[in-house]
């Protein structure tokens, strides 16, 4: 691990809150970007990506640093963002109207008068045809297709930030896959 | 001919098949399974990444005061005692003082057929209110910030204040009497109170009442850990809960007191 950020825990496992800040400034975009791909929205990656920083703070001490600080509070904004989604499902009164309710009906026929399928999907209006499917999936589908599917990363790296076996990792990816084809059947019916 | 899964075109398409090569050369031959592969692929390009939204400078600074709002200060380890013996200071400050008035109002008792006793008793009281003073006084300036000082009694000027400290302290009471996991009910309670918690604690900050904001740091600690507890009975969070939630319930109850006195000025 580079210098600095070793300076920066040093000094802020000695007390010093502020030295925290180095550590934040440096990797805050990625867990934001990684938080945001799993929970899908602003406001929440947001807070994932508070929740993440917390955490690794108050475990700081026991981090061992061998391991580079950035891979540790990625992996921890993994599963702190497949939490959050957990318990945003749980209790949808919390936030504002989620996507997946103002989605009816009518957006995939608007949609689907479009020229190509392909392209009526990729659409703008169709944003919240795919929010929709999104949200269709559990949060273990949902955490575990984004961060393979969008942000690359590695099956084993994801098993283990998610605390699950691999397979299971593989499988919750596939079943996501699929759901997502058959919510996008009805606009892209077409193309088969 | 062998047809292939879903789920193996899907694995095929997303590069973790182990058989790539054989369903590669089914494709080639097999109409019906690649419409299915198409199909597939279709799906993981309109599920492509979006843009992630931009954080501004402004935006990292906001995060940053938010976050900084959240940070206890560390010790290793082993200083680990120390520091809870200064959070429960303050508690046994006040037991000490509540002694010493019992002790001067005995004194003051025991005085009181004396007929040389007003000056004396008049003498013993200022000593008490020295005695206090000083035990307030050092408490402050050991713990300008962040310890659990005396709490300031100027009111908040938040009403809703009143009902949300209230609230914190029943959840509290409640959590400390129960035993086991938590049921869903009193998580979900936990969760509410610790997003209205954050914007009270921002709220205290930009008033620049810090007593009340770092009780309500304090707070937001204990609800985290609530809100993310484990479902397994007897965990880290129980015996964080059973160190934290004395001393802040102290401070809670006097907060509330505060602000309710302050209401009905
Ligand atoms: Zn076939």
């Known amino acids: 691990m580079e210098k600095a950020e070793k300076e920066a825990i040093r000094r802020v496992v000695a007390g ?3 030295a925290y800040r180095v550590l934040m400034d440096r990797h805050y975009a990625a867990v934001f970007r990684i938080s945001f791909r799993i929970t899908g929205n602003e406001a929440d990656a947001e807070e994932a990506a508070q929740e993440s920083f917390l955490r690794a703070y108050n475990k700081l001490p026991e981090f061992r640093q061998d391991a580079a600080f950035g891979t540790w509070v990625t992996r921890i904004a993994m599963n702190t963002a497949m939490n959050l989604v957990e318990r945003r499902n749980r209790d949808l009164s919390v936030y504002a109207p989620r996507v997946s309710d103002e989605v009816g009906e009518g957006t995939v026929q608007v949609a689907s008068h479009r020229a190509g399928p392909e392209r009526a999907l990729l659409d703008m209006e169709t944003a919240t045809l795919r929010h ?6 559990t ?3 949902r955490t575990a297709f984004t961060l393979r599917h969008m942000e690359e990363v590695g099956m084993a790296e994801i098993a283990e930030a998610l605390g699950v076996p691999v397979n299971s990792a593989k499988q919750a990816v596939f079943r996501a896959v699929a759901k997502l084809r058959r919510a996008l059947e009805p606009v892209a019916g077409g193309m088969r | 001919m062998k047809h292939y899964s879903e789920e193996d ?3 095929y398409q997303m590069g973790e098949s182990s058989e790539a090569r054989s369903i590669g050369e089914h494709l080639e031959q097999c109409a019906e399974c690649a419409t299915l592969a198409e199909s597939v692929a279709q799906t993981l390009r309109v599920f492509s990444a979006e843009p992630v939204p931009m954080r501004t400078p ?11 709002g959240n940070l206890a200060v560390l010790e290793a380890a082993p200083k680990k005692k120390r520091r809870w013996f200064s959070l429960w200071m303050w508690p046994a400050a006040g037991a000490f003082a509540a002694a010493v008035i019992m002790v001067a109002v005995g004194l003051r008792m025991h005085h009181m ?6 000056q004396e008793t008049a003498t013993q009281r200022a000593s008490v209110t020295d005695a206090l003073k000083s035990l307030v006084g050092r408490h402050q300036q050991a713990h300008p910030i962040n310890g659990h000082g005396p709490l300031t009694d100027v009111p908040s000027d938040d009403p809703q204040i009143s009902a949300h400290l209230d609230s914190a302290e029943r959840l509290l009471t409640t959590v400390n009497h129960e035993e086991g996991p938590l049921d869903e009910a009193t998580r979900a309670q936990a969760h ?3 997003l209205k918690n954050a914007v009270y604690t921002q709220t ?7 007593a009340e904001a770092v009780v309500l740091d304090n707070l937001g600690r204990v609800l985290i850990g609530l809100d993310h507890a484990p479902e397994t009975p007897k965990s880290t969070w129980q015996l964080r809960l059973e160190m934290n939630t004395d001393g802040l319930l102290l401070d809670l109850r006097v907060l509330r007191q505060n602000d309710e006195h302050g209401s009905s000025r």
């Not at chain 2, 205290?204 to 810090?210: C, H, I, K, N, W």
């Open chain 1, 16 to 18: 010093d809150r502020d």
């Open chain 1, 132 to 137: 929709a499917a999104m949200a269709s999936l």
């Open chain 1, 139 to 141: 949060p273990m589908e």
């Open chain 2, 9 to 11: 075109l899907i694995a």
């Open chain 2, 58 to 68: 402004i935006d990292m600074d906001l995060s940053w005061q938010r976050l900084r």
């Open chain 2, 113 to 118: 057929p004396n007929t040389g006793g007003a």
């Open chain 2, 192 to 194: 509410d109170l610790l």
């Open chain 2, 204 to 210: 205290a900050r930009d008033r620049g009442d810090l």
